[in-house]
């Protein structure tokens, strides 16, 4: 059985160091340690009402830490589909007295419309901005992205 | 008595193309999942965070030396060197990957496998059952009567 282990301990050994040399040689190697996103351990991280764009890796990291999303695009769009969780910005008087009564201001929001040309997720920050809601993500990939990467979706 | 004897031979003479056969089948399989995970160490990192099992960070030590691990496990299965310790090292490799998809269909995740096998493959029972069908042959790799076809050690 020492026998064993010890077949188990050279290959793990020359795993890594071959490993760690290859990723370190390699033109798309990767940081040992991924780097901390901004926003996703802590949120106070985001000054106060500044509305932060945000890719998709923040947007899933949001996402599976249960952080309110927020469907800019129109009914019809919302209704044949939309990321799982999320609700819809109309209307947009509802949309107000749902957050505040849910999470109050200084909860994280995430907006998002279809895809970067879409400039219905950043219209809805600013007027969220100016009801009082302090921490804005704008998910710039959007629904598209969202489909793309197949992360979970509802109807 | 004589007889009893030539029928154990050929049954353990048997066995061991068996086992030979599994060993080809299963590092073919890991060496084929580790070329996939080279060539996007960032896309396969992605993979294992969306498990959300590894504490953030680490999903790139692990992007790093998996798909080494499975390389050499894969040549050393095939070529006939370490058996003892490739078949231990398979494993535990696939009750982790059996843990962690169970995991993920337990959360409710409907993410990408990260398997290595067949691109855009999300995780599932036939997942688990595939990864247990492994886990099965390799135990019968490490259980084997007989060192035969096997370079070191002999």
């Avoid at chain 1, 020492?2 to 188990?8: D, F, G, H, L, S």
């Avoid at chain 1, 009564?101 to 100016?130: A, H, K, R, T, V």
């Avoid at chain 2, 099992?53 to 095939?78: D, H, Q, R, T």
Wanted: charged content about 15%.
């Amino acid at each position: 059985m020492k026998t064993i282990y010890k077949q188990v301990a050279h290959i793990i050994a020359c795993s890594i160091v071959v490993g760690l040399a290859f990723n370190y040689l390699r033109s798309n190697g990767i940081p040992l340690i991924a780097k901390q996103i901004n926003g996703f351990s802590n949120y106070s991280q985001v000054d106060d009402f500044v509305i932060e764009i945000i890719d998709l890796e923040i947007a899933k990291k949001l996402f599976y830490d249960d952080v309110l999303f927020i469907d800019a695009r129109d009914d019809i769009s919302f209704s044949e589909g939309h990321i799982t969780g999320a609700i819809s910005s109309i209307p947009y008087n509802n949309l107000v007295d749902n957050i505040f009564i849910n999470q109050g201001y200084s909860e994280p929001i995430l907006i998002y419309c279809d895809d970067e040309e879409c400039g219905l997720s950043e219209d809805l920050g600013n007027q969220l901005q100016l009801e009082g809601f302090s921490k804005i993500y704008v998910f710039s990939g959007g629904w598209n992205q969202w489909l793309m990467a197949k992360l979970p979706t509802e109807k | 008595m004589v007889n009893g004897k030539i029928t154990d031979r050929k049954m353990t003479n048997g066995l061991s193309i068996i086992v030979l056969i599994a060993r080809i089948l299963i590092g073919g399989i890991l060496l084929y999942s580790s070329f996939e995970k080279f060539i996007d160490p960032s896309g396969f990192a992605n993979a294992i965070n969306n498990y959300h099992i590894i504490p953030f960070g680490l999903e790139n030590s692990f992007a790093i030396i998996l798909p080494w691990i499975e390389l050499i496990v894969g040549i050393c299965l095939i070529l006939g060197v370490y058996i003892d310790g490739a078949a231990l090292l398979v494993i535990i490799i696939m009750i982790i990957f059996i843990i962690a998809i169970s995991y993920a269909i337990i959360s409710g995740y409907n993410i990408e496998c990260g398997c290595g096998l067949k691109p855009g493959e999300m995780v599932g029972i036939q997942k688990i059952i595939e990864d247990f069908t492994y886990l099965i042959l390799a135990w019968m790799i490490f259980k084997r009567p007989k060192h035969r076809f096997e370079l070191y050690p002999k």
